[in-house]
């Protein structure tokens, strides 16, 4: 599997857990829920930690733990619900989060380049073949009226 | 045909000032089409769904309508020069039938393009520093103002430059376009709000402090559409430095919290209504103090964007004139039409000229390709080469002399340009309605004819007075019916067209909603309403009152008894 991470194409060594599947070796990312429920235990495992949010999910429920969290997944159950765009905002301009941001679930291509300006860094397409088209589309625009993230 | 960019220097007369694209402006539209240009072919090619490439096309001004896509051009706060008039009758004759309409919040309708065409359009649009960013869709729209800024005796400060300020900072902001719903922001720098700031999502009026300083009152969740509601202030004063971080801070407390359940509720002024206003306000107030230092507007910036918007090398001794008090003395109808279609301007000796899109034969706010063409070398010849559009649905020509006037309106009245009707019961603000719209209940412009050739008696007409009609075919409500004095809205019963009558609104000062007069009349009895509804008012106004001030001490009652009589 491979994604798009900092204007490259590379492979992905990350996996979701669903909140019913047992824990994995490995670099995973569970829910929002799951991280509350199991912290304890996801921390002291081997591997590094994501965690996914969806639009309704509160970023500022995870500011005390970002030092903790490699990868925020922004899960878009539909391109249409910009709530995950304010999110990676927040993430970045208010709580300064460093690691990794990335865009999966049902997103458009066309909305990586705005993605890429509030400060997500990594791309999950629904479809492998839409990787060149990302990287193309990141660089739609040369000029920008707002300051953002980037 | 493409025309390719023009960068050739303006012909050899004073223009107005006007904002104009550096190269930053000019790439980010080029761009903009290109990115449009790819995205309509893999939409043809079937690479793109019918959902997404919704969504793109009308962040691009396209909608698909009954008969054709419909393209929707943004009006920057309804300025516009005499080359893109032009641009407009190029597009007209070359891609559509010849016509263009003329919308409330100043922008420019085509009905007819072919959707494969659009991407040609556009480029042609970019050529002359136009585009249709945003001009539909969930995101920030386009900005309106006042259509006598910066000319009108009554301002405060003028709007322009920091409706451009917002303009650029609105347009492909990558935070808010997926927003739960449209947002629309109105600036108004004058005393007389001519720019219905409490009926937008956000309002902004220019005003003094007790320093004198001038900043904004800022209005939010106002609207129109199916549910309106009267805008409330949420910030008495804000210092201009504050502008856009304080719009931010609305846009992301309204992107995070806005409902997203329900398309009927998910404008902003639901929420503030769910939350309450203090609420909303705290959550607004939260959010800018974490932001507002290190994002304020400069005084350079500001400076910089009012050098745009200098006056115009007006002449200073335009009011020795002396022909024109004469003129208006030995010709009556041109002394009704400077009575009517012009308004007084700040320099002495000019005047601001509307141009009537209200003939009583055509369709509200709609323009031929040879109007457009024939206004562009007016405005050059007399008004700096710059034009307005209103929210009211008609043109503008800011500065003209008055030794200037009576040309003008010689030329204006062989273009149909010069019905004395502005202000008064014929000058209706009309949607497309159901000959048009995909959305539409019922028809709009055929009533609105009808209307006009029941009132075909000049004299009574401006009698009547100050009365404004607005008709909607929908509960969408494009043309404010509910902020008419006499408001008209087409609703669906069961296959046929039935129409609401409601009065008393109004989008000035005052705001109001109109109250609606009793059950929907049938399409054949709305013009019979509306003349039995003047003539309560003739009959029983005391000496100068409007309809307005009438309805508001009456109250309905006596309007409903007659409308209704022999029912």
Partial sequence: MQIIKDQQIIDDNWSYVADEADLKAGNISVSLARWHQDKARLLSREGKLGVRIGPSDVVAELAPDLNAIQLIELDFPD???????????????????????????????????????????????????????????????????????? | MITGHDYSPERPIKRSSMYQYNDNDQILVDERVAQFRRQTEQYLKGEISEDQYRALRLRNGLYVQIHAPMLRIAGPYGLFNSRQ????AHIARTYDK???????????????????EVPDILEELASVQMHAIQTSGNCMRNTTSDHLAG??????????????????????HPEFDYLPRKFKIAVSGALHDRAATQFHDVGLHLVKNDAGETGFKVIVGGGLGRTPVIGQVIKPYLEKKHLLSYLEAI????????????????????????????KFSALVEQEWQLIRDGNELSNERINAMKAQFVDPAYETDAVLDTGFSEQQQENKAFATWVKHNTATHKIPGYHAVFLSLKAPDSPPGDMTDT????????????????????????????????????????????????TPNIGTVTDMICCPGLDFCSLANAGSIGV????????????????????????SGCMNGCAHQSVGHIGILGVDKKGTEWYQITLGGSSENKAAIGERLGPA????????????????????????ESFLDMVNRVGITPFKEQVYANN
């Fill in chain 1, 79 to 150: 391109f249409a619900d910009g709530r995950s765009f304010s999110q990676a905002w927040l993430l970045r301009g208010r709580y300064h989060y460093l690691g990794e941001i990335r865009a999966t679930g049902h997103y458009m291509t066309d909305q990586v380049f705005y993605l890429s300006r509030v400060g997500v860094n990594a791309f999950n397409p629904e479809k492998i073949e839409d990787l060149p088209i990302v990287l193309a589309n990141l660089n739609d625009f040369t000029v920008k009226y707002q300051g953002s993230i980037n």
């Fill in chain 2, 85 to 88: 008039l032009r641009k407009l």
């Fill in chain 2, 98 to 116: 010849n016509y263009c309409h003329f919308t409330t919040r100043q922008n420019v309708q085509f009905n007819w393009p072919k959707l494969e």
């Fill in chain 2, 151 to 172: 000319v009108c005796i009554d301002e405060i400060e003028d709007p322009r430059p920091y409706c451009e300020i917002i303009r650029q900072w609105t347009t492909l």
């Fill in chain 2, 251 to 278: 846009l992301r407390i309204y992107n995070l919290f806005g409902r997203r359940d329900n398309k009927y509720k998910a404008r902003i002024k639901i929420l503030v209504k769910e939350s309450g206003l203090d």
């Fill in chain 2, 371 to 418: 109007q457009l063409d024939a206004v562009a070398d007016l405005a050059d010849q007399y008004s700096f080469g710059e034009i307005r559009s209103t929210h009211r649905q008609n043109l503008i020509l800011a500065d003209v002399k008055q030794a200037d006037l009576f040309a003008l309106w010689q030329q204006l009245d062989s273009l149909k340009l010069a």
């Fill in chain 2, 448 to 471: 609105a004819k009808e209307i006009n050739e029941a009132l075909d008696d000049m004299d009574y007409i401006h009698d009547i007075g100050d009365l404004k009609i607005n008709m």
């Fill in chain 2, 521 to 544: 009349v049938a399409k054949n009895q709305v013009t019979k309403a509306v003349t039995t509804i003047l003539a309560v008012y003739v009959k029983n106004r005391l000496n100068d």
